[in-house]
Structures are given as structure tokens and as C-alpha cells.
């Protein structure tokens, strides 16, 4: 069941999103503590039956400023008006809980995620309560996994999450897995926990509703990916075909601790971006064709226990030229895995290339390696190059700049560009303003996305 959380600081504004919520929202949750006015029962006169009323302390995670006597205060308030829970700390006193009715029990660690959190939650449902709620902070994957082995030891009145980034999958799956509740927030931009997504995100985008007891899980890896495409366009399929599987953003850092997570899971498969493409390939059982050619991978799958890497980018990409009828030389910007098999797959291709980036010394031993041309970075915008492939990160999420001069484009040219963001990039921009034919990163994005789309269902 999914709890929405209210954190307005105006009654008014609270009692407008509270009777706004739609019914696909079983419970709402009032944060007392972030109102200029706690007084439950304005809350409780309107929608005493889905009320969960809280007053949470700053230790945990919490605002309210008065005194302990005055915060039990008004949560004994709400429940003399009728609130459907109140939430009750974990180390209240349990003579507060009465005969546990209408009472939520929690404990909430803002920090990390306690070692031993089994005896954490065993400790906990020994308190007296109708339902218990354990929220901890996952500093990486192996800490939501503890979070979800946890969910499936405690059933019955449970609700377990993980709070930050890392935790998302925690509140997607939690009712897949038999959490009692399921916390969001009410409305986009009103988060009142670190990681929490907009009730509309989880119903629409995530779809937690249709998911059933085990949905194939998919996922994007890479680091800094809060702007990528990828998660709507793979759940837009997966609602339009009513497929009970879910596409998730694996936003981080640490590729082992990545693997350790896909492993145990498991994952049915994922697309893969930077920094891991390279990286990736000998963590995996065995590489495809294309991921061979490539040199790196952006598309796993998952096969009876062995994970098979793909590389789409390079098909997509070798696709796209030929629709567009781009013609020998092509100028490939970039000396990171993206264009170094933009390189490979183009030369397999048959056409001529050449290389050039900015750092001079990666590029000449990339281009010897690959035996294709080399340019200097310096001499890019010289160069008689019948379609230019720009594979640098210039540009990338909206970030202002092009990898080459305007003068540099000549009508008819082919350029296509990776990077994307929420607006053109400059040197689409520009490129169009000269009359060259151009694919942008979205439509490069959507066609290797097709391709991936295939591999996930095969």
C-alpha cells in the first residue's frame, strides 16, 4: 500500500494536497513537525481513516523544536480525533502504544545502515504496535540489499526501506516483496527523506501497483546518470506491453559492489554507461560479437545465471550513417570507450576514419592501436571530412560548448552527436544553422535503446 508524505508548512497548503491525492494512494502521511501549526485535527476532521500522523524529532530526521511532553502531546491528539496510526518511535515508552492499535512503531537511522539490522527489526516488533517501519540510509547497493533480505525475514505488519539514492529500488520493490507500506512523497519536489520519489513517479513511471510478487528487474549503471533518458523510455515499453518488469537507475561509483548487487538480486539485465563500459567486460561470463568489435559494453543480459555482454551503441550507430547516407572520410571526436568503437564498428563498416581529442597523446596511440588516422586536435577544424562524429562529453546533460568550431561545418555534412540533455546541444545548433544533416544524442539514444529493448525480451 503506498503512503504519501506531506510535508507542507501551511495547514492550508497540507489539507490541499491531502484531499488531492488520488485514490490509488491508500494512506497519507502528515508530517507534524514541518507545519507553522501541529495541530492533528484539522487532518483528522478530513481524512481520519488514511491518516498516519507523525511528529518526528531531529535525531531522527525530523524539525520539531518543543519538548518531548509536547510532542507525544499532540500525537496522542491525533489519535483521540481518530487518526488512522500515529507513528511512535521505537524507544517511546511502550505504555504510550496503549493496547497498540492504530500504532506504527519505527526506528529511522539517518546515517547509515546498522550492521546487525536483523536484531535491529527483531528488537523492534517486540515493541507494542499494530505495524513497525524500519527506515535506514543505504550508502551503496549491498546496503538496499540488506534492506530487502530483511523486508522478505519480517512479514506481517512490516514496512522496510532504505533511505538516499541508493535506496530507490527499496521503495519501488517494497511492495513486491510484502512491505505493509510503501513511502513516498505526495507531490514532485516535496520530499520530506533523503531518496523518496512523488507518489506519481511510483504509480505511473514505476508502476508499483502492477508489478506482482517477482518482476524481472532492469536497470542503467553508470556514475552521475540523474539526467538519462533511459529509464523512461525502457518502463514507457514495459507499461505500453504490461509487462510486469521495471527499469531503475543504478546511479554509482563502485563497480564490485554494483556486481555483488546484480548478482544476488538478480537482475535480468541492464545498459551500461560511463565510467564502466571498458571495466565491465571482465566481470562478465562472456562477450557478444559486438561487444568484441566494440571494445566495451553498454547492454547485459542475464541467461540462465550467466551474464552476456552487448554492445548496441556501435549498431545504432553504424545503422543510423547508412540511413543517412554519410559518406568516407568520417572524423571521430573523442578517445573514450564510446569513441574508440565508434571507431572500431565504422572501420569493420568499411569506412575511412580518423581520430582527434583533446588530449593529443590518448588519441595518436588510440588511432595506432585502431590503425585508422590520427589529426591533431588542433587541425579538427581542417580536416575534408564527409560526416563527423562527435563522441567527447562536450555538451553532455546540457552543459554549454561544442567540440569544434561552426566554421568547421559545411552544408550537407553528417554530423551526429552523442551527448543529450533537456535542450539542443551547441553543436546541433549550429550544425542545423549551416544545413548539415544531423542525429542528435536522443535519436541515437532511442535506436540503440530499440536494440536493447530486443536483447532484454530474446
Known amino acids: 500500500m503506498l503512503c504519501a508524505c506531506i510535508g507542507e508548512k501551511t ?21 507534524l513537525d514541518l507545519l507553522d501549526d501541529p495541530s492533528p485535527e484539522p487532518f483528522c476532521a478530513e481524512a481520519a481513516d488514511r491518516l498516519v500522523v507523525t511528529c518526528r524529532r531531529p535525531r531522527d530526521g525530523g524539525h520539531f523544536d518543543g519538548s518531548e511532553e509536547e510532542r507525544l502531546g499532540f500525537l496522542a491528539r491525533a489519535r483521540s480525533a481518530g487518526a488512522r496510526f500515529i507513528d511512535l518511535e521505537m524507544d517511546a515508552d511502550d505504555r504510550m502504544a496503549g493496547d497498540a492499535r492504530g500504532v506504527i512503531r519505527s526506528f529511522h537511522d539517518v546515517t547509515g545502515t546498522p550492521p546487525d539490522l536483523d536484531r535491529v527489526a527483531t528488537e523492534l516488533r517486540r515493541r507494542r504496535g499494530e505495524a513497525w517501519k524500519l527506515a535506514v540510509t543505504a550508502r551503496d547497493l549491498s546496503d538496499s540489499m540488506k534492506v530487502l533480505a530483511c523486508l522478505e525475514r519480517h512479514r506481517g505488519g512490516f514496512a522496510c526501506m ?52 517477482r518482476p524481472s528487474i532492469y536497470g542503467l549503471l553508470g556514475t552521475g546518470i540523474a539526467h538519462s533518458l533511459s529509464p523512461r523510455l525502457h518502463n514507457g515499453w514495459f507499461a505500453r506491453r504490461a509487462e510486469r518488469c521495471v527499469y531503475l537507475p543504478f546511479d554509482t561509483t563502485d563497480l564490485d559492489d554494483f556486481m555483488a548487487f546484480a548478482r544476488t538480486l538478480p537482475l535480468s539485465g541492464w545498459s551500461v554507461t560511463a565510467p564502466f563500459k571498458e571495466a565491465i567486460s571482465t566481470k562478465l561470463d562472456r562477450l557478444s560479437r559486438s561487444a568484441r568489435l566494440a571494445g566495451c559494453v553498454n547492454t ?96 553532455h546533460g546540457g552543459r554549454p560548448g561544442a567540440p569544434l568550431p561552426d566554421t568547421a561545418l559545411r552544408t550537407g555534412q553528417l554530423v551526429i552527436d552523442f551527448p543529450y540533455g533537456p535542450r539542443e546541444t551547441d553543436l546541433v545548433r549550429a550544425a542545423r544553422a549551416r544545413s548539415c544533416v544531423v542525429v542528435d544524442g536522443k535519436r541515437i539514444l532511442l535506436e540503440q535503446a530499440r536494440l536493447q529493448r530486443r536483447l532484454f525480451r530474446d
Open 11 to 31: 495547514r492550508v497548503a497540507a489539507l490541499a494536497l491531502l484531499r488531492s491525492l488520488p485514490m490509488e494512494v491508500t494512506f497519507a502521511e502528515i508530517r
Open 162 to 213: 532504505a533511505m538516499g539514492p541508493a535506496g530507490l529500488i527499496t521503495r519501488v520493490l517494497a511492495e513486491s516483496r510484502g512491505s505493509f507500506l510503501t513511502f513516498c512523497a505526495a507531490r514532485d519536489g516535496a520530499e520530506t527523506a533523503p531518496g523518496q520519489v512523488s507518489a506519481s513517479e511510483m504509480l505511473h513511471h514505476y508502476r508499483v501497483r502492477h508489478l506482482g510478487r
Open 300 to 395: 547485459v543480459v542475464c541467461r540462465k545465471g550467466k551474464m552476456v555482454g552487448y554492445n548496441t551503441d556501435v549498431r545504432a550507430l553504424v545503422s543510423l550513417i547508412r540511413r543517412a547516407r554519410g559518406r568516407s572520410p568520417v572524423l571521430v571526436l573523442g578517445s573514450g570507450s564510446t569513441a574508440k568503437a565508434a571507431c572500431r564498428a565504422l572501420s569493420a563498416a568499411g569506412y575511412s576514419v580518423m581520430l582527434s581529442a583533446r588530449r593529443d597523446r590518448a588519441a595518436r596511440q588510440a588511432a595506432a592501436d585502431l590503425r585508422i588516422w590520427f589529426v591533431p586536435w588542433g587541425e579538427r577544424g581542417s580536416v575534408r571530412a564527409s560526416a563527423i562524429v562527435n563522441a567527447t562529453s562536450v555538451g
